[in-house]
């Protein structure tokens, strides 16, 4: 069985989304922005862009994306992300400083629906035995660092590391979990994206925790 977010309202307006992110795409220095995402620039022009252990090619005349050696699409919705990080990286060092998403602008607002669609299926899923998480984080590309009670890194992109802990239940207190990111991260994605980006990798864990 394959596992799915709700069908709820969706982050993205997509066509809306999409002609912005064509708009600004058009304006670059493609070179620049290599520089500042971590992406290459490949010889025919094209930009190789890794995302979640992933690689992917980005036509920037076209403003698309697509996985190399796959006949499979890429979605419109992965498609905005990939293409918003690119164009809005600024290669601002990482601060070493962590922090949630309540502290992104307007994190406090929005942070219901992004603990609903992220941080509450993950504990749900990995609650109760916190480690199997680190076993499904080969999915992405995921490390364990030590922390909580079971805890990943995930490069999501060249420059954005997210942290994924999870805590067990004790006596008085039911499991928990939540998702950290270096303070830099609005100088890569919007909190909009940074809502896809979790949502794609709780749903990739728990689908491969599922599957094994």
């Known amino acids: 069985m394959v596992y799915e977010p709700p069908k709820d309202k969706p982050v993205y307006n997509l066509n809306i989304a999409y002609e912005i992110v064509r708009e600004k795409l058009a304006k ?7 520089e500042n995402s ?19 090619n980005l036509d920037i005349k076209k403003a698309d994306v697509s996985l190399p050696g796959s006949a ?45 669609r992220t941080i509450q299926p993950l504990v749900e899923h990995f609650g109760d035995i916190p480690r ?11 490390s364990n660092v030590f922390m909580g009670d079971a805890s990943l890194l995930i490069k999501a992109f060249p420059k954005v590391p997210i942290y994924l802990i999870i805590w067990a239940s004790d006596t008085e207190l039911p499991p928990g979990g939540n998702l ?28 491969y925790a599922n599957s094994v």
């Open 180 to 207: 950290l990111f270096d303070s830099n991260i609005t100088d890569y994605l919007d909190p909009e994206d940074v809502t896809v980006v979790c949502e794609t990798i709780t749903w990739r864990l728990i689908n």
């Open 28 to 34: 670059v220095n493609t070179k620049k922005q290599c």
């Open 72 to 116: 499979k699409d890429v979605s419109l919705r992965d498609k905005i992300l990939l293409l918003h990080y690119f164009v809005q990286a600024k290669g601002t060092p990482q601060t070493q400083k962590q922090i949630t998403y309540r502290d992104l602008p307007g994190g406090l607002v929005y942070f219901p629906t992004f603990e609903k």
């Open 132 to 142: 199997n998480i680190i076993k499904a984080g080969a999915a992405v590309g995921g």
């Open 38 to 56: 971590g992406a290459e620039l490949q010889s025919n022009g094209s930009v190789k862009l890794i995302y979640l252990n992933q690689v992917y």
